[in-house]
């Protein structure tokens, strides 16, 4: 799934389309229908929220507690990327529903901030009290900030609930459960005594961590909850300290087997001791008036926690060391994760069978087709949901970064144009995200270079061999090269971190700027893409894991092996555009996906499957492409070998 | 010339070595001579400098103003990479030379700050009143500043000059002269109009713009001095408002025909006021009194300039106006450079025809080599001495980044070792900087190998094809990759830029983290390395002009045009490593080389050059080296066309 390229911290970049909001009316997407407010009266699409009511109450609060300005940012008090119903406090201020954009208030103006791929979508919703601030990127409304004298202040508590009043969603209570050991790289008082070593061997030597990012807790733990949609997370922080462990969360979600699991009924360094979600702020405050040193992530703390910490008892790293630690998967992690991965590709190629059968009888749309992939993954063993709303975009729709179908806005899929899905999924064992573009007729020469090109560019990334902690922003215009080459690019970031039944994006890997360097063990998703405006759009994605290399000559090299098993879309393949060595890797990665996925196949009696894999992973071969002899006779030993199986 | 790859400053980053200074002793640069502090007594090899007198006149001084710490880096009041040598405070109250270092004196203690590449030379400098801190980059230094609550203030006037008293160098009166307009971009007058026009641009009003790098003003008023070794700049600062231009600068060092040239009989806005150099502190203070805000590059402004000016008055960039625009040479300034290159391009040839015929003998060394290559520079058209001081390096020595020979230390040249030559010339047209490795012998295979993936390097960056905006230290892993491949890296920069009979590393172009991004009409050297400890080292380094590169979809896309002009050793060239489009590229390069310099050889009479160069020049080809028929035919018909003109 591809990510945002700008911005400046991960809650403002980690963005993520998420269906429409609020407005289950059926609108034609293509046309330009959106406000106008120069003319008198102004000109408001049907789409557009009157936000009049919303604003005189936020006011209100401002005046009573003498505000110059208030702040409201699209995320939760974890930075989470997704956010329950409860926490979309700017969507339902501003009447904007994308999940990027900041709104500020002052007594005379109100203000959206939101970058370009929202500047449409922010138009159609809102109304004329809004002004749209266009940004490229966020610089220009910190610079604004840092110009004026206004002083930041944390509010407590939220003025925008306050005027939300009882129209907000209530918090729905969902039980927290443990994760089986089978799915854990680790128990969770391993986890604790990692933590608590890497604070004694810290030079400014600190006394506690603590963690606000919801998938750290999460992850420490070993606990699961359902309170945000596609994440497995529960709302929760932790103050993890070298002589006690605080897990502040709604006590009424754990039953009693899981408070036993967490040893909560002592006080001592390995027990857990529970306490209620709304006294975090009040419990640091005073943990902080002792002699201590709290090490915190600044990414994912809130300036609410920030501000209670004295400086001098502050350890600022940019990632907690749970953070930093949770990205390095150990193997027992890995071969989690690589077995999800095997599963996920089943259900996305029977849903890419099932296509190719159905799609030239023209009764599959965008939308059906998603909610057809989601019943494959569904069936897949310790399957838990999509890990986010899947991107399905045919035509011109692929042409928008983050376009998602609904049950009302979708477009038919045809033989006629290519089709782009972005989709991945929850299991117990893994989080999957994989990005495949079909074509089930005639690609036009153009569609078929842009698409060669954005698989030379996914293919040179994923083969680079690179020194131990390269920083992923200095290696992916290896996968940009080959589209530079013609004078084409994409928009968007080219890969993030991925967790273990946890985040579909998780940082801080990944290749952007802000992303921690490429370390053995970590896993990535490589995701180039080509953009036709108006016309079709190419991804294709796959997760890795980082490897060592083996270098001719010594030294701390490493690489990457891709654990996305399904076979690019041969149809759209110009192989006189592929380099032998870039074939050579092609042709090997697909015997992996026979090895790998053929044998699940088979086991399963999904037979046409397994037919269609054999077909699309027939070695390619630059000169003659059905005829290539030592590559077909490895396909066919392969070939001969699985069906012993059958 | 390579650049640190450590560092968060352009006045720490940008190092070069400067030879032995005040140590005219022999010493052995392969011993380990280095001091022993732990032992009683402490050992000092004969290159330390007792350095007592010197800190007990420091803290006399720190005493009587009651401080705590004092500063002293390496840089002058303009952050210039080279200095003149009243400036170098630190060398004489440390005793280490090296270019990069801060020192920090207490109380109590003293210590120096460099990174991996001086360790050693200070051990072998400093005597026990030091202690060395060893960075790899400067962030610990800086984090440990801000742990303490020392708070940072400007002494005026300097200590560390009254604690060196009449001992310190005087200030040698260098005259100012004006370069010809033959050699200029533009005249100072467009210069002034140009820069006040982005002023005027500005959102937030500017209404001066205050220069401190030396090169800023030189640039700006098309002149030049003598102050500093190897950089054709005198002191200077200017404060250019809207309605009048402030020069600060020694005014005897203007005769009455540049006084006149600057207009500085009358106060209008195009009038040029001479004011003392001294006075610029207070010059700007007076300014900042004013309803004025004055733009900065923060880059090259000292503290004690920034701390005058009050915060709501400033407005801060990195880099200057002035900077940014020097940065992108007009069809002049490229034309001149370009010239200045096809020169010194026969300077280098005709030094490496000799060593081919005087290196056999054995009479040569890197110092009279280095020498000798001054020499033919210095018949070059518009020459003005060597652009920094000559890199030229031969086996092991090589390996060090940054050694210079001296008449006491150096190393014979043989035709059993590589050779390494870094060097560059100072034109009134254009700033040169190019390395070339040689071995006159026989290779080993490793050599071939590691020069070839370095040469692969140089090529694959060269001719890469970007979007116009990418920053340099995006693309730099192209002239890395080949080498990463079999497990092989470099540790420094991949290029910098380079001025018009201006700074050899010119900032702020090149390919490092705080580079801007590429435009068309910048200059930048690429020049990636390898170097193996104890044995030997390689780089290949040629300047470079961004140009349009037309792409088969149309888009603003950029490529390097090569601007250097000498061929690469043959004898170290691994052809089977090139891949058809490199080996395509260097043919190519190779052809250009015949059509600009030839020319020049042929009617210079430098006939042995000449053959030399078509000989070295002579198509490559993958298959069989010396048969290839098009492009022998192509060099052929060359030959052919060049030998009417003898």
Known sequence: MAQAHWGCCPWLVLLCALGAWGHPKSVDLTAEDVRNCLISPPYLPVTVVNTTAQLTALRQQMHIQNLFAYIIPETDAHMSEYIGTRDKRRAWMTGFTGSAGTAVVTMGKAGLWTDSRYWTQAERQMDCNWELHKEGSWESYNMALMNSNIKLVSITPNLVDQAWGSEKPLVLSQPIYVLQEAFTGNTWQKKVSDIRSQMQKHPQAPTAVLLSALDETAWLFNLRGSDIPYNPFFYSYTLLTDSSIRLFVNRSCLNSETLKYLNSSCTGSMCVQVEDYSQVRHNVQAYASGNVKIWIGTSYTTYGLYEVIPTEKLIEDTYSPVMVTKAVKNSKEQALLRASHVRDAVAVIRYLVWLEKNVPKGTVDEFSGAELLNKFRGKEQFSSGPSFETISASGLNAALAHYSPTKELHRKLSS????????????????????????????????????????????????????????????????????????????????????????????????????????????????????????????????????????????????????????????????????????????????????????????????????????????????????APLASLLAVSSLAILGCRV
Not at 579 to 601: A, D
Not at 613 to 622: D, F, G, I, K, V
């Open 416 to 627: 006629d144009e290519m089709y782009l899905l972005d989709s991945g999924g929850q299991y117990w064992d893994g989080t999957t995200d994989i990005t495949r573009t079909v074509h089930w007729g005639t690609p036009s020469a153009f569609q078929k270079e842009a698409y060669t090109r954005v698989l030379i560019g996914n293919i040179d990334l994923s083969r680079l061999v690179f020194p131990a902690n390269t920083s992923g922003r200095m290696m992916e215009v290896f996968a940009r090269r080959a589209l530079w080459d013609v004078g084409l690019n994409y928009g968007h970031g080219t890969g993030h971190g991925i967790g273990n039944f946890l985040c579909v994006h998780e940082w801080p890997v990944g290749f952007q700027y802000n992303n921690i360097p490429m370390a053995k063990g970590m896993f990535t998703s490589i995701e180039p893409g080509y953009y036709q405006d108006g016309e079709f759009g190419i991804r294709l994605e796959d997760v890795a894991l980082v490897v060592e290399a083996k270098t001719k000559y010594p030294g701390s090299y490493l690489t990457f092996e891709v654990v996305s098993l399904v076979p690019y879309d041969r149809n759209l393949i110009d192989v006189s555009l592929l380099s032998p060595e870039q074939l050579q890797y092609l042709n090997h990665y697909y015997q992996t996906i026979r090895e790998k996925v053929g044998p699940e196949l088979q086991q399963r009696q999904l037979l046409e499957e397994f037919e269609w894999l054999q077909q699309h992973t027939e070695p390619l071969s630059a000169k003659a492409p059905h005829t």
